[in-house]
Protein backbone atom coordinates (compact mmCIF):
# COMPACT_ATOMS: atom_id res chain seq x y z
CA UNK A 1 0.00 0.00 0.00
CA UNK A 2 1.18 3.57 -0.85
CA UNK A 3 2.00 5.65 2.13
CA UNK A 4 2.74 9.28 1.30
CA UNK A 5 4.31 10.55 4.19
CA UNK A 6 6.71 7.75 4.39
CA UNK A 7 8.56 7.47 0.53
CA UNK A 8 10.32 4.27 1.84
CA UNK A 9 7.15 2.16 1.88
CA UNK A 10 5.33 2.82 -1.29
CA UNK A 11 5.78 0.37 -4.01
CA UNK A 12 7.57 1.95 -7.74
CA UNK A 13 6.95 0.61 -11.07
CA UNK A 14 10.49 -0.60 -11.07
CA UNK A 15 10.45 -2.70 -7.41
CA UNK A 16 9.89 -6.26 -8.08
CA UNK A 17 11.74 -9.48 -9.53
CA UNK A 18 12.94 -9.50 -12.62
CA UNK A 19 12.71 -5.98 -12.95
CA UNK A 20 9.03 -5.82 -13.46
CA UNK A 21 6.49 -5.80 -10.84
CA UNK A 22 3.73 -6.83 -12.99
CA UNK A 23 3.21 -9.95 -10.51
CA UNK A 24 2.57 -7.41 -7.73
CA UNK A 25 0.07 -4.97 -10.15
CA UNK A 26 -2.23 -7.78 -10.84
CA UNK A 27 -2.12 -9.75 -7.89
CA UNK A 28 -3.75 -6.60 -6.49
CA UNK A 29 -5.38 -5.24 -8.68
CA UNK A 30 -7.72 -8.64 -9.64
CA UNK A 31 -9.24 -8.72 -6.01
CA UNK A 32 -9.61 -5.02 -5.99
CA UNK A 33 -11.26 -4.93 -9.39
CA UNK A 34 -13.70 -8.12 -8.38
CA UNK A 35 -14.25 -6.55 -5.01
CA UNK A 36 -15.45 -3.08 -6.68
CA UNK A 37 -17.18 -5.40 -9.12
CA UNK A 38 -18.88 -6.95 -6.09
CA UNK A 39 -19.16 -4.24 -4.06
CA UNK A 40 -21.15 -2.74 -6.94
CA UNK A 41 -23.51 -5.15 -7.83
CA UNK A 42 -24.20 -5.74 -4.29
CA UNK A 43 -24.74 -1.62 -3.71
CA UNK A 44 -27.23 -2.11 -6.29
CA UNK A 45 -29.03 -5.34 -5.26
CA UNK A 46 -29.83 -3.07 -2.10
CA UNK A 47 -31.08 -0.49 -3.85
CA UNK A 48 -33.25 -2.81 -5.42
CA UNK A 49 -34.44 -4.43 -2.18
CA UNK A 50 -34.96 -1.14 -0.84
CA UNK A 51 -36.97 -0.10 -3.59
CA UNK A 52 -39.00 -3.11 -3.72
CA UNK A 53 -39.66 -2.80 -0.12
CA UNK A 54 -40.57 0.42 0.52
CA UNK A 55 -42.90 0.28 -2.30
CA UNK A 56 -44.61 -3.01 -0.60
CA UNK A 57 -44.75 -1.12 2.70
CA UNK A 58 -46.70 2.05 0.71
CA UNK A 59 -48.89 -0.36 -1.24
CA UNK A 60 -50.06 -2.20 2.54
CA UNK A 61 -49.90 0.92 4.00
CA UNK A 62 -52.21 2.45 1.35
CA UNK A 63 -54.28 -0.73 2.09
CA UNK A 64 -54.71 -0.58 5.48
CA UNK A 65 -56.03 2.89 5.42
CA UNK A 66 -58.90 1.74 2.27
CA UNK A 67 -59.41 -1.19 5.26
CA UNK A 68 -59.73 1.62 7.52
CA UNK A 69 -62.10 4.14 5.90
CA UNK A 70 -64.12 1.25 4.95
CA UNK A 71 -64.88 0.17 8.42
CA UNK A 72 -65.59 3.49 9.43
CA UNK A 73 -67.90 4.12 6.51
CA UNK A 74 -69.86 1.09 7.32
CA UNK A 75 -69.88 1.35 11.32
CA UNK A 76 -71.62 5.09 10.16
CA UNK A 77 -73.96 3.09 8.44
CA UNK A 78 -75.13 0.67 10.92
CA UNK A 79 -75.00 3.71 13.19
CA UNK A 80 -77.41 5.59 10.58
CA UNK A 81 -79.88 2.26 10.47
CA UNK A 82 -79.88 1.91 14.20
CA UNK A 83 -80.66 5.68 15.10
CA UNK A 84 -83.54 5.52 11.59
CA UNK A 85 -85.22 2.66 13.98
CA UNK A 86 -84.78 4.09 17.52
CA UNK A 87 -85.97 6.85 15.89
CA UNK A 88 -88.96 5.45 14.44
CA UNK A 89 -90.08 4.27 17.93
CA UNK A 90 -89.84 7.66 19.49
CA UNK A 91 -92.16 8.92 17.02
CA UNK A 92 -94.39 5.66 18.05
CA UNK A 93 -94.17 6.69 22.02
CA UNK A 94 -94.61 10.11 20.93
CA UNK A 95 -97.92 9.86 18.91
CA UNK A 96 -98.99 7.54 22.04
CA UNK A 97 -97.71 9.45 24.64
CA UNK A 98 -99.46 12.60 22.75
CA UNK A 99 -102.86 10.49 21.91
CA UNK A 100 -102.88 9.59 26.03
CA UNK A 101 -102.04 13.76 27.07
CA UNK A 102 -105.31 14.50 24.97
CA UNK A 103 -107.33 11.10 26.39
CA UNK A 104 -109.71 11.97 28.98
CA UNK A 105 -109.78 8.49 29.80
CA UNK A 106 -106.59 7.48 30.04
CA UNK A 107 -104.07 7.88 33.25
CA UNK A 108 -102.14 10.37 32.90
CA UNK A 109 -99.56 7.61 34.97
CA UNK A 110 -98.76 5.94 31.65
CA UNK A 111 -98.08 8.72 29.95
CA UNK A 112 -95.60 10.06 32.50
CA UNK A 113 -94.16 6.45 32.33
CA UNK A 114 -93.85 7.12 28.16
CA UNK A 115 -92.18 9.77 29.16
CA UNK A 116 -89.75 8.18 31.50
CA UNK A 117 -88.67 5.75 28.45
CA UNK A 118 -88.87 8.32 25.93
CA UNK A 119 -85.68 10.45 28.09
CA UNK A 120 -83.94 6.85 28.82
CA UNK A 121 -84.11 6.21 24.71
CA UNK A 122 -82.62 9.23 24.57
CA UNK A 123 -79.34 9.01 26.33
CA UNK A 124 -78.66 5.57 24.79
CA UNK A 125 -75.76 5.23 21.75
CA UNK A 126 -77.95 5.39 18.51
CA UNK A 127 -79.75 8.71 19.79
CA UNK A 128 -77.64 10.23 22.04
CA UNK A 129 -75.39 11.56 19.45
CA UNK A 130 -78.80 13.82 18.25
CA UNK A 131 -79.17 14.96 21.44
CA UNK A 132 -82.98 14.54 21.27
CA UNK A 133 -83.62 15.13 25.15
CA UNK A 134 -83.86 18.54 25.77
CA UNK A 135 -86.55 18.58 22.44
CA UNK A 136 -88.17 16.00 24.46
CA UNK A 137 -88.54 17.80 27.51
CA UNK A 138 -89.57 20.93 25.48
CA UNK A 139 -92.49 18.69 24.03
CA UNK A 140 -93.53 17.37 27.32
CA UNK A 141 -94.25 20.96 28.39
CA UNK A 142 -95.35 22.49 25.35
CA UNK A 143 -96.96 20.26 23.39
CA UNK A 144 -100.78 20.86 23.73
CA UNK A 145 -102.25 19.99 20.29
CA UNK A 146 -104.96 17.89 20.33
CA UNK A 147 -107.35 16.97 17.25
CA UNK A 148 -111.38 16.94 17.57
CA UNK A 149 -112.64 15.01 20.59
CA UNK A 150 -113.59 11.99 18.00
CA UNK A 151 -109.98 11.58 16.38
CA UNK A 152 -108.41 8.29 16.07
CA UNK A 153 -105.71 9.23 13.61
CA UNK A 154 -102.48 10.05 16.06
CA UNK A 155 -100.84 11.58 13.37
CA UNK A 156 -102.85 14.87 14.30
CA UNK A 157 -102.51 15.12 17.37
CA UNK A 158 -99.96 17.55 18.61
CA UNK A 159 -97.84 19.76 16.73
CA UNK A 160 -94.55 20.56 18.21
CA UNK A 161 -93.42 16.99 18.40
CA UNK A 162 -93.61 17.30 14.60
CA UNK A 163 -90.94 19.83 14.17
CA UNK A 164 -88.60 18.09 16.47
CA UNK A 165 -89.53 14.65 14.95
CA UNK A 166 -88.28 16.41 11.12
CA UNK A 167 -85.60 18.28 12.47
CA UNK A 168 -83.74 15.15 14.18
CA UNK A 169 -84.43 13.25 10.87
CA UNK A 170 -82.75 15.82 9.22
CA UNK A 171 -79.95 15.91 11.43
CA UNK A 172 -79.66 12.25 11.25
CA UNK A 173 -79.36 13.01 7.56
CA UNK A 174 -76.76 15.29 7.83
CA UNK A 175 -74.67 13.36 9.84
CA UNK A 176 -74.94 10.59 7.27
CA UNK A 177 -73.81 12.71 4.41
CA UNK A 178 -70.76 14.45 6.50
CA UNK A 179 -69.68 10.53 7.56
CA UNK A 180 -68.31 9.61 4.18
CA UNK A 181 -66.56 12.53 3.91
CA UNK A 182 -64.56 12.17 7.42
CA UNK A 183 -64.24 8.62 6.57
CA UNK A 184 -62.56 9.11 3.52
CA UNK A 185 -59.88 12.24 4.48
CA UNK A 186 -56.65 10.26 4.85
CA UNK A 187 -55.01 9.66 8.31
CA UNK A 188 -51.57 11.44 9.10
CA UNK A 189 -49.47 9.01 10.63
Known sequence: MNNLNNPD??????QGEGGGNSKWNYALLVPML???AFR??????????TVRLEMEIDMERRRAQGLEQASAFQRQQFLNEKQKAVLGQVEEKLMERQSIFCSYVVSRDKRRAIEKDL???AREPPLAQLGIDDGLR????NDHKCAEIQNTNKHRNGSLMWV???FWKQQMEQQKTQAPLVATQPTEK
Request: aromatic share 14%.
Open 9 to 14: WNISPD
Open 119 to 121: LVM
Open 164 to 166: YLK
Open 34 to 36: GLA
Open 138 to 141: NIFR
Open 40 to 49: SIWSREIRKE
